[in-house]
Protein backbone atom coordinates (compact mmCIF):
# COMPACT_ATOMS: atom_id res chain seq x y z
CA UNK A 1 0.00 0.00 0.00
CA UNK A 2 1.48 3.31 -0.83
CA UNK A 3 -0.69 5.66 0.73
CA UNK A 4 -2.69 8.73 -0.35
CA UNK A 5 -0.73 9.78 -3.60
CA UNK A 6 -1.13 13.77 -4.63
CA UNK A 7 -0.08 15.51 -7.68
CA UNK A 8 0.83 17.83 -8.54
CA UNK A 9 2.48 18.68 -5.10
CA UNK A 10 3.35 21.96 -6.15
CA UNK A 11 1.12 24.38 -8.63
CA UNK A 12 2.15 28.03 -9.49
CA UNK A 13 -0.07 29.82 -11.92
CA UNK A 14 -1.51 33.09 -12.57
CA UNK A 15 -5.00 34.97 -11.75
CA UNK A 16 -7.52 33.53 -13.57
CA UNK A 17 -6.18 30.18 -14.81
CA UNK A 18 -7.68 27.22 -14.23
CA UNK A 19 -6.12 24.08 -12.27
CA UNK A 20 -6.82 20.61 -11.39
CA UNK A 21 -5.72 18.76 -8.72
CA UNK A 22 -5.18 14.60 -9.04
CA UNK A 23 -5.91 12.46 -5.56
CA UNK A 24 -4.81 8.99 -5.55
CA UNK A 25 -6.55 7.59 -2.47
CA UNK A 26 -5.66 4.16 -0.43
CA UNK A 27 -7.27 1.16 -2.92
CA UNK A 28 -10.09 -0.30 -0.18
CA UNK A 29 -10.83 2.96 1.11
CA UNK A 30 -14.49 4.32 0.37
CA UNK A 31 -14.23 7.67 1.59
CA UNK A 32 -12.26 10.39 0.15
CA UNK A 33 -12.19 13.88 1.38
CA UNK A 34 -10.57 17.29 0.49
CA UNK A 35 -9.85 20.18 2.69
CA UNK A 36 -7.92 23.18 2.38
CA UNK A 37 -5.15 24.68 5.07
CA UNK A 38 -3.62 28.15 5.51
CA UNK A 39 -1.01 28.69 7.16
CA UNK A 40 -1.70 28.27 11.34
CA UNK A 41 -4.93 27.03 10.14
CA UNK A 42 -6.56 23.64 10.69
CA UNK A 43 -7.76 21.71 7.63
CA UNK A 44 -11.02 23.46 6.35
CA UNK A 45 -13.74 20.84 5.06
CA UNK A 46 -14.08 21.42 1.06
CA UNK A 47 -16.00 18.13 0.17
CA UNK A 48 -16.05 14.25 0.58
CA UNK A 49 -17.29 11.07 -1.35
CA UNK A 50 -18.59 8.15 -0.39
CA UNK A 51 -17.52 5.45 -3.53
CA UNK A 52 -18.38 7.89 -6.23
CA UNK A 53 -21.24 9.78 -4.95
CA UNK A 54 -20.46 13.43 -4.07
CA UNK A 55 -22.13 13.31 -0.12
CA UNK A 56 -21.72 16.98 0.86
CA UNK A 57 -19.78 20.29 -0.52
CA UNK A 58 -19.09 23.16 2.07
CA UNK A 59 -21.50 25.87 1.49
CA UNK A 60 -18.33 28.43 1.60
CA UNK A 61 -17.03 27.12 -1.51
CA UNK A 62 -17.70 28.88 -4.68
CA UNK A 63 -19.43 27.22 -7.66
CA UNK A 64 -15.88 27.93 -8.87
CA UNK A 65 -14.78 24.82 -7.13
CA UNK A 66 -15.77 21.55 -8.75
CA UNK A 67 -14.61 17.67 -7.55
CA UNK A 68 -15.12 14.65 -8.92
CA UNK A 69 -14.35 10.61 -8.22
CA UNK A 70 -15.99 9.32 -10.86
CA UNK A 71 -14.89 5.86 -10.56
CA UNK A 72 -14.88 5.52 -7.01
CA UNK A 73 -11.45 5.77 -6.93
CA UNK A 74 -9.02 8.38 -7.58
CA UNK A 75 -10.31 11.91 -7.66
CA UNK A 76 -9.97 15.58 -9.23
CA UNK A 77 -10.72 18.67 -7.45
CA UNK A 78 -10.69 21.93 -10.19
CA UNK A 79 -10.84 25.81 -9.65
CA UNK A 80 -11.53 27.71 -12.54
CA UNK A 81 -10.97 30.97 -12.82
CA UNK A 82 -7.69 31.15 -9.87
CA UNK A 83 -7.93 34.26 -6.89
CA UNK A 84 -5.37 35.35 -5.28
CA UNK A 85 -7.07 34.25 -2.11
CA UNK A 86 -6.94 30.55 -3.45
CA UNK A 87 -3.85 30.13 -2.78
CA UNK A 88 -3.44 27.03 0.17
CA UNK A 89 -2.54 23.56 0.35
CA UNK A 90 -5.18 21.41 -0.50
CA UNK A 91 -5.46 18.04 1.38
CA UNK A 92 -6.63 14.82 0.01
CA UNK A 93 -7.48 12.10 2.38
CA UNK A 94 -9.09 8.82 2.43
CA UNK A 95 -10.56 6.64 4.61
CA UNK A 96 -12.36 3.70 5.28
CA UNK A 97 -16.27 3.35 6.60
CA UNK A 98 -16.86 0.30 7.85
CA UNK A 99 -18.44 -1.31 10.75
CA UNK A 100 -16.15 -1.56 14.04
CA UNK A 101 -13.37 0.87 12.51
CA UNK A 102 -12.88 4.32 13.52
CA UNK A 103 -12.74 5.73 10.09
CA UNK A 104 -9.64 7.65 10.62
CA UNK A 105 -8.28 9.62 7.84
CA UNK A 106 -5.28 9.00 5.78
CA UNK A 107 -3.79 12.42 4.46
CA UNK A 108 -1.71 12.74 1.59
CA UNK A 109 1.39 15.00 1.38
CA UNK A 110 -1.42 18.33 -0.64
CA UNK A 111 -0.75 20.00 -3.79
CA UNK A 112 0.46 23.78 -2.61
CA UNK A 113 -1.15 26.42 -4.97
CA UNK A 114 0.13 29.59 -5.30
CA UNK A 115 -1.98 32.02 -7.64
CA UNK A 116 0.19 35.29 -8.55
CA UNK B 1 -22.04 24.76 11.57
CA UNK B 2 -20.09 23.04 13.59
CA UNK B 3 -17.65 25.10 16.00
CA UNK B 4 -14.58 23.54 17.33
CA UNK B 5 -12.61 25.71 20.26
CA UNK B 6 -9.15 25.13 21.24
CA UNK B 7 -6.18 27.01 22.52
CA UNK B 8 -4.11 28.71 20.14
CA UNK B 9 -0.65 28.20 21.39
CA UNK B 10 0.85 26.38 24.30
CA UNK B 11 4.51 25.92 25.55
CA UNK B 12 5.60 23.35 27.70
CA UNK B 13 9.00 21.96 28.90
CA UNK B 14 10.73 18.66 28.14
CA UNK B 15 10.20 15.76 30.18
CA UNK B 16 6.25 17.54 31.68
CA UNK B 17 2.72 16.77 31.15
CA UNK B 18 0.76 19.19 28.83
CA UNK B 19 -3.62 18.90 28.15
CA UNK B 20 -4.69 20.12 25.05
CA UNK B 21 -8.42 21.26 25.65
CA UNK B 22 -10.86 21.25 23.00
CA UNK B 23 -15.26 21.66 22.93
CA UNK B 24 -17.56 21.06 20.44
CA UNK B 25 -21.17 21.29 19.29
CA UNK B 26 -22.79 18.22 20.44
CA UNK B 27 -25.15 18.07 17.68
CA UNK B 28 -25.11 14.95 14.95
CA UNK B 29 -21.83 14.09 16.82
CA UNK B 30 -20.21 10.48 16.06
CA UNK B 31 -16.49 10.83 17.04
CA UNK B 32 -14.01 12.51 17.86
CA UNK B 33 -10.53 12.51 16.61
CA UNK B 34 -6.97 13.90 17.44
CA UNK B 35 -4.45 14.33 14.72
CA UNK B 36 -0.68 15.70 14.87
CA UNK B 37 0.71 17.93 12.64
CA UNK B 38 4.33 18.47 12.23
CA UNK B 39 5.07 21.82 10.31
CA UNK B 40 5.01 21.39 6.76
CA UNK B 41 3.46 17.82 7.04
CA UNK B 42 0.34 16.12 6.76
CA UNK B 43 -1.98 15.55 9.96
CA UNK B 44 -1.70 11.59 11.34
CA UNK B 45 -4.10 10.42 13.49
CA UNK B 46 -3.56 10.20 17.13
CA UNK B 47 -6.28 9.08 19.01
CA UNK B 48 -10.41 8.63 18.85
CA UNK B 49 -12.83 8.61 21.08
CA UNK B 50 -16.61 7.86 20.87
CA UNK B 51 -17.80 6.75 24.38
CA UNK B 52 -17.15 9.09 27.63
CA UNK B 53 -13.44 8.54 29.04
CA UNK B 54 -10.07 8.26 28.71
CA UNK B 55 -8.70 6.24 25.86
CA UNK B 56 -4.51 5.75 26.27
CA UNK B 57 -2.17 4.89 23.91
CA UNK B 58 2.01 5.29 25.39
CA UNK B 59 2.56 9.07 26.15
CA UNK B 60 -0.50 10.01 24.66
CA UNK B 61 -4.78 9.91 26.17
CA UNK B 62 -7.02 11.31 24.66
CA UNK B 63 -10.52 11.95 27.28
CA UNK B 64 -14.26 12.63 25.90
CA UNK B 65 -17.47 14.13 27.54
CA UNK B 66 -20.22 13.70 25.79
CA UNK B 67 -22.56 15.70 27.65
CA UNK B 68 -20.12 18.57 28.03
CA UNK B 69 -18.78 18.66 24.27
CA UNK B 70 -15.67 18.48 25.75
CA UNK B 71 -12.42 16.86 24.86
CA UNK B 72 -8.74 16.70 25.56
CA UNK B 73 -5.55 15.35 25.07
CA UNK B 74 -3.07 14.77 27.29
CA UNK B 75 0.99 14.15 26.61
CA UNK B 76 3.49 13.22 29.10
CA UNK B 77 6.71 12.87 29.25
CA UNK B 78 7.35 15.67 26.76
CA UNK B 79 10.18 15.12 24.00
CA UNK B 80 11.18 17.58 21.87
CA UNK B 81 9.49 16.30 18.77
CA UNK B 82 6.27 16.86 20.23
CA UNK B 83 6.86 19.91 18.99
CA UNK B 84 3.46 20.39 16.36
CA UNK B 85 0.10 21.26 15.92
CA UNK B 86 -2.38 19.45 17.49
CA UNK B 87 -5.79 19.27 15.62
CA UNK B 88 -9.35 18.08 17.81
CA UNK B 89 -11.68 16.90 14.74
CA UNK B 90 -15.27 16.41 15.48
CA UNK B 91 -17.06 14.02 12.81
CA UNK B 92 -20.92 14.20 12.97
CA UNK B 93 -23.48 11.74 11.98
CA UNK B 94 -22.36 11.30 8.21
CA UNK B 95 -19.03 10.50 9.13
CA UNK B 96 -17.93 14.38 7.85
CA UNK B 97 -14.63 15.28 9.83
CA UNK B 98 -14.57 18.76 11.16
CA UNK B 99 -11.20 20.09 12.33
CA UNK B 100 -10.66 22.84 14.75
CA UNK B 101 -7.78 25.27 13.92
CA UNK B 102 -5.66 23.89 15.87
CA UNK B 103 -2.61 24.04 19.12
CA UNK B 104 0.59 24.74 18.35
CA UNK B 105 2.80 23.28 21.42
CA UNK B 106 5.74 24.46 21.31
CA UNK B 107 8.56 22.08 23.82
CA UNK B 108 11.58 23.87 25.31
CA UNK B 109 14.68 22.41 26.79
Known amino acids: DTGVSQNPRHKITKRGQNVTFRCDPI?????LYWYRQTLGQGPEFLTY????????KSRLLSDRFSAERPKGSFSTLEIQRTEQGDSAMYLC??????????????FGEGSRLTVL | GQNIDQPTEMTATEGAIVQINCTYQ??????LFWYQQHAGEAPTFLSY????GLEEKGRFSSFLSRSKGYSYLLLKELQMKDSASYLCAETTGGFKTIFGAGTRLFVKA
Open chain 1, 93 to 106: ASSLRAEGNTGELF
Open chain 1, 27 to 31: SEHNR
Open chain 1, 49 to 56: FQNEAQLE
Open chain 2, 26 to 31: TSGFNG
Open chain 2, 49 to 52: NVLD
